[in-house]
């Protein structure tokens, strides 16, 4: 055929997404049977295919449909850290059991060092899985998009940055950090520090987005005495608040960005003195086993973890069911995200 006065070989995909005038991910799952297409879109890249005489590339569709019925959620944390932080147990149970209504095999990964992330991308490399899920990324990690490079479909739980070219499944960070500061201030307290997450994760950012949007909501000044940046452990929440005391013992009220780090806060709060919530009020994010657990019971956004799991898998699930030969030659396409909303449960801390 020609195109703009250009003799061509078989029609690309391209061509006849332009010619259907859709997306060449629509005109991919159109082609691979997915279901995820409505009835005009489809009727349109049916007849772009028939005018333009498109023939799907037979190795490529054969590659797609070589399927290995395993999925890996991969996390680059420690044994320790897996099984002492909720959030990750909530993440691997969501995902398990979307998986298992699918009949996908689950390979759980740790990546804790370069030599296992090697060994990692050679099992990638010889297409063990049909696909990844990515959890607790920082925001330099390259692995996202080697992932993507091989052809896998991939998503990741939260987000490198903000123009994330992943699929991913987000909750509302900056709304959580703005919720938790709101309601801090509405019961008066004027001196509230942040314990943030670190600050190559872009989750961590957001959530000190959202504590200074609170604060400037609340008409309160953003003092960088009040900022101390810990880890998402509870030794790090415990070295943050001490550095928070130390610079401003007048505080009387701390957003922790996790529960686990809150845990932390509380017991150097308990060793320096101060009551909870009577001189320091105290406020989590997750909702987790750990606060309801505290004493006093904590107040925390909660983040709907293992929903998150579940709607990780589903969308890789979907991913993996509309891989296009252009997706195996790992061509970029715009991808799906998910950001899920967040609520605060207010209890004893605060």
């Known amino acids: 055929m020609v195109v703009s006065g250009r003799q ?11 010619r259907a005038g859709v997306g060449r991910g629509t005109v ?20 772009a295919v028939a005018e333009l005489g498109y023939v799907p590339n037979r190795a490529a569709r054969a590659l797609a449909g070589s399927r290995t019925d395993a999925v890996a959620l991969v ?18 149970r969501g995902v398990s059991a979307e998986l298992a209504d699918a009949d996908k095999q689950l390979l759980l990964t740790l990546i804790r060092n370069d030599k296992e ?5 050679q099992y990638l490399a010889a297409q063990r899985v049909d696909g990844v899920l990515l959890v607790s990324v920082h925001g330099d990690d390259p692995l996202p998009d080697q992932v993507r490079a091989l052809g896998l479909p991939a998503v990741l739980n939260g987000r490198r940055t903000e123009a994330e070219q992943v699929a991913f499944v987000d909750s509302d960070n900056v709304g959580a950090g703005r919720s938790a500061v709101a309601h801090l201030a509405g019961r008066g307290r004027r001196r509230i520090a942040t314990i943030t ?9 957001c959530r000190l987005d959202g504590y200074r949007q609170g604060l400037a909501e609340a008409g309160l000044v953003a003092d960088g005495q009040l900022v101390a940046t810990g880890d998402f452990t509870e030794e790090g929440g415990r070295r943050a608040m001490r550095e928070l005391l130390d610079r401003s013992p007048g505080l009387d009220a701390v957003f922790a960005a996790s529960d686990v780090m809150a845990a932390g806060a509380r017991g150097v709060l308990k060793e320096s003195g101060r009551r909870v919530p009577e001189d320091v009020a ?13 004493d006093p019971p904590l107040t925390s956004v909660r983040q709907p973890i293992e929903e998150m799991g579940r709607t990780m898998a589903r969308l890789l699930l979907q991913e993996i069911a509309g891989a296009s030969e252009e997706e195996i030659a790992g061509a970029p396409e715009e991808q799906p995200h998910r950001v899920l909303p967040t609520e605060l449960v207010v209890r004893d801390s605060s």
């Open 117 to 121: 992330r090697q060994r990692f991308e």
């Open 75 to 92: 996390i680059p944390e420690t044994e320790a850290r897996l099984f002492a932080e909720p959030y990750f147990l909530d993440i691997i």
């Open 28 to 47: 991919s799952r159109v082609i691979n049977g997915s279901p995820r297409v409505s009835e005009h879109a489809k009727a349109a890249v049916d007849r």
């Open 282 to 294: 105290l406020v989590g994010v997750d909702d987790s086993a750990v606060a309801r657990h505290m």
């Open 197 to 205: 997450g670190p600050l190559d994760m872009y989750v961590a950012r």
């Open 8 to 18: 061509t070989g078989r029609p690309t995909l391209e061509e006849v997404a332009a």
